[in-house]
Every structure is written in C-alpha cells, then in structure tokens.
C-alpha cells in the first residue's frame, strides 16, 4: 500500500499518515456485494473521478468535474445505462446527483462494479460527505465534510480505496 491510498481500518480511513473517522454501508462490510444490500464491498478499488457542486464549494482539485442540474447515476439493473451516470429526464431508477442537501457536495468515484458492470453486483460505491458519526450510508464511504475537503485534492488518479 501507499501513503497516497485511503485505507479503512477499524478506526476510520488511514490517508497520508492520517486517520479520519467514517462511516460504511448499513450492511457492513462484504465480499459478495448485491444492488441493494447496503453493504460496503470488500477490495482494491481505484478512485476514478471526482464530481463537485460549483454552486456550493470551489473546485476541489484541476481533475473535478462540476455536477449539473439534471446529473443523474442509474442503479437500475434493468437500464443499459445501469450503475453510470446519466442526465434527466431519465426513465430508470437513478440516484440525484444534485441533492438539496449537502452530502453529494463532493464525490470521489470508484471503480466498483465499473466500467463494464455485472448488474446486480452493486451500483456506484463513492467516497461523500457522511449524514453524521454512527450514521451509515448506503454501501458508500462517508466522511466529515472538511475531511473530505482535506483529503480530496490530496489524491492523485494513483490513489486507491483499500478495503480489507
């Protein structure tokens, strides 16, 4: 492992000689992730994208993208477009990537289950803004918001999410 990689441990994520509390997914920690189980899953996983809201924080490192009105990620195993992100109007289960309130702020992407997803195997696993301590997320990675702001333009497209 390198010091650049986000690294969870029992005591949170391990970044640069660092240790952040998180959350995981309300199902815990599996090796045998499935839509819909809430779990966080097991493994190596590059980190593959950054998405930010330009209405609300500035540009968190020269590779961010901002979020878009209208910016959607399917979850729907029935969408050819299933676990990518794609714009509204859209006829399959998605996920808003412009919430009203702040946790999509800033994602990091990984490469769970992407580019070429098995469907079933589990939509988007991302590293965001966390609801609060103790409070899980959906399968993703949460993290206090000036950690994540600390941690985002620190990563380099190198930067792995280390799961174990």
Not at 54 to 67: F, K, M, T, V
Request: charge should be positive.
């Amino acid at each position: 492992m390198k010091p650049t990689d986000l690294v969870l441990t029992p005591t949170g994520l391990r970044f640069l000689g660092r240790r952040f509390p998180c959350t995981i997914g309300r199902g815990g920690l599996t090796s045998r992730k499935a839509e819909g189980d809430g779990a966080t899953p097991r493994g190596v996983h590059g980190l593959v994208g950054m998405l930010y809201r330009p209405d609300r924080i500035a540009r968190p490192a020269d590779w961010a993208l901002p979020i878009k009105p209208g910016d959607l990620w399917s979850d729907d195993v029935r969408d050819e477009d299933y676990n990518m992100m794609v714009r509204a109007p859209h006829n399959f289960s998605h996920e808003d990537l412009r919430r009203a309130d702040p946790m999509y702020d800033l994602v990091i992407l990984t490469n769970w289950n992407w580019p070429y997803p098995v469907k079933g195997r589990g939509s988007a696993i991302f590293i965001h803004q966390w609801r609060g301590p103790g409070r899980p997320t959906a399968g993703c990675i949460g993290l206090r918001r000036d950690h994540l702001r600390w941690i985002a333009p620190r990563i380099n497209h190198s930067s792995r999410l280390v799961i174990a």
